[in-house]
């Protein structure tokens, strides 16, 4: 009996031991950050984010040039990132085998034109790109292991807004409907959203019938962000600071509602950058560039418009984007020209933030979970 206690003490202390590890592992959610590498920034970094709300750096796990924008493949085995560079008129995607704290270089493929700043993947493994300097969206594929295909198709955009900053197409982003076969593009120099298909037999990027849909004027479409319920669409304009509600009747989307992202008495230079909405479709959020802030509004669980809660600061300057956590009980800032990413607790009955915590980044521009 004696010799068989120790051996019994031993078991319990590597059992409990391996335990409280994994729970303590599970008590964090870790995130990259996609920056852009003009300064000090070498690449891709890695961050936690503990259950307080407390943020760490993990490091540098890929270095490469402007990775500005960064997508999960469904597996969440591969990472796939934009370069957003200029190289004789074309950017670049790459794609990156996840390997607990650093990243391995898959591939590189040609992104359909200059400045890619976007990329998503579909469930068919498809993956679009929005080329801003190009004014244009790149249609790749990947196979299972991560692997990309050469491009495949690329839909030009035409036209232009009234701004000086709308006077070629800006492809900005491009996103996947979560329940039909179609893609919105959002081009902030033509000032429209685009809608088109895939044809799987040849591959390429299609129109639909409505082909578009033309913004307020100055408006300058960027990101847009889908309601849980996949009936309602908000779309954020950076150039007039507003949050535009799009609906759909007999098979064409249209404006049903706007909303300023700015409080009435604000009067200087500011654009909007990011869109987020909680799980819930209660609450939405964006960013100002300039007020430097996140609004966040209510939303009107009946006919989607948006009510004003409150501004929250960003304790920085340029919050180009930023996320909601896996559990959504935080959202992280990455401040681009103040290098800092902060974490604030949201309460999800008001939708509120509040403070948590603070940390240098360099030249933070996309948060990934």
Not at 200 to 228: C, V, W, Y
Not at 259 to 271: D, G, H, Q, W, Y
Request: with cysteine.
């Amino acid at each position: 009996m004696k010799n068989i206690l120790p051996i019994i003490l031993i078991f319990v202390f590597v059992f409990f031991g391996c335990k409280n590890s994994t729970i303590k592992m599970a008590q964090e959610d870790s995130f990259y950050v996609g920056t852009y590498t003009k300064k000090e920034s070498k690449g891709i970094y890695k961050y936690s984010l503990s259950k307080e709300g407390k943020l760490k750096n993990i490091g540098l796990v890929a270095t490469t040039i402007n990775p500005t924008f960064l997508a999960k493949s469904n597996d969440k085995k591969t990472l796939f990132v934009v370069g957003e560079t200029n190289e004789n008129g074309m950017g670049f995607i790459k794609s990156f085998k996840i390997k607990n704290d650093s990243l391995e270089l898959i591939g590189k493929e040609k992104s359909g034109g200059a400045g890619p700043c976007f990329v998503a993947i579909n469930n068919k493994n498809y993956i679009i790109t929005a080329n801003y300097g190009g004014g244009n969206v790149g249609l790749l594929k990947a196979d299972s292991s991560g692997k990309l295909s050469n491009l495949l198709s690329v839909q030009q955009h035409v036209g232009r807004g009234t701004t000086n900053r709308q006077e070629s197409p800006h492809a900005h982003s491009a996103w996947f409907h979560p329940t039909k076969k179609e893609i919105i593009s959002v081009d902030l120099g033509t000032n429209q959203l685009w809608f088109s298909k895939i044809d799987s037999i040849t591959d390429k990027l299609i129109l639909t019938n409505q082909k578009n849909l033309q913004m307020a004027e100055g408006a300058g479409p960027r990101h847009l962000t889908f309601h849980p319920n996949n009936k309602w669409i908000y779309v954020l304009n950076e150039l007039n600071n507003t949050v535009s509600l799009i609906k759909e009747k007999n098979n064409n989307y249209y404006i049903d509602a706007t909303i300023s992202t700015l409080p009435e008495t604000f009067t200087a230079f500011s654009k909007a950058a990011d869109i987020h909405i909680s799980k819930d479709g209660k609450f939405l959020y964006a960013s100002n560039r300039g007020h430097e802030s996140i609004v966040i509004f209510d939303v009107n669980t009946q006919n989607g418009t948006l009510k004003t809660v409150d501004y929250q600061s960003v304790l920085g300057k340029h919050p180009r984007n930023f996320s909601l956590s896996p559990n959504e009980d935080f959202l992280i800032v990455a401040n681009q020209d103040t290098n800092n990413i902060v974490s604030f607790k949201r309460n999800e009955n008001t939708g509120k933030l509040t403070l948590v915590d603070e940390i240098s980044a360099k030249m933070p521009v996309c948060i990934l979970f």
